[in-house]
């Protein structure tokens, strides 16, 4: 069974603030993607990375890929209320996506 | 455009009554269909998952099952609810390449 660790659990930051937020594995994925969940919401895709040190930016984040393809990280630069919610990692071994526990994150204004 | 819907979005209901939850597509033929659990916010457990009507793979088991009568609806049932069963239930669908959408959720509550 593979496993994603995400860190930390609970983030509470000040707006304009920036965070990273990690996603690691002992377990090569061939894939790996992010989701955002708002309370009450499913989540919903934020970006998929598939090579090993890859690099994808949407506005404000920033997504990496580990070079081993067992890790990633999200990088928030000047958070924003907005940004609030859980953010979920999803590797892709095979046929299966397994999901980390998630990190919840909260944007003070 | 796909969309997705699922209903209720919230359920309460007593240990020991059954259980029927529906999901359904639009937009999309012969998706691959999925029902996750989510526990108090936190990451989310594969029950089923199914790639055409009438096929269905479960990955935990568990006082449910899940059944597909149509290309595009899936039904997460239970014959008799257990308190362990409460949490918010998510159904999906997608392609694992290109990420899966979400539908909005059903919070259950056993009582």
């Known amino acids: 069974t593979q496993l994603l660790e995400q860190s930390p659990q609970f983030l509470s930051i000040q707006e304009g603030e920036n965070l990273t937020v990690y996603c690691n594995s002992s377990s090569v994925f061939s894939s790996l993607q992010w989701y955002r969940q708002e309370p009450g919401e499913g989540p919903v895709l934020l970006v998929t990375v598939v090579t090993g040190g890859e690099v994808k930016k949407l506005k404000r984040l920033t997504f990496q890929f580990g070079d081993a393809r067992k890790d990633s990280s999200l990088h928030i630069t000047a958070a924003q209320p907005g940004d609030t919610g859980l953010y979920l990692c999803a590797g892709r071994a095979g046929n299966m996506l397994t999901f980390g526990g998630g990190t919840r994150l909260m944007v003070k204004p | 455009s796909q969309t997705i819907h699922q209903w209720p979005a919230t359920l309460v209901q007593p240990v020991g009554s059954p259980l029927s939850l529906e999901c359904t597509v639009e937009?999309?033929?012969?998706?691959?269909l999925y029902w996750y659990r989510q526990a108090a916010g936190r990451g989310l457990q594969l029950l089923f998952y199914s790639v055409g009507i009438g096929q269905i793979s479960s990955e935990v088991p568990q006082n449910l099952s899940a059944s597909r009568p149509q290309d595009r609806q899936f039904i997460l049932s239970s014959k008799k609810l257990l308190l362990s069963d409460s949490g918010f239930y998510l159904c999906?669908?997608?392609?694992?390449?290109?990420?899966?959408?979400f539908g909005s959720g059903t919070r259950l509550t056993v009582v």
């Open positions: 937009g999309t033929s012969n998706p691959n």
């Open positions: 999906a669908w997608g392609q694992i390449n290109y990420g899966y959408t």
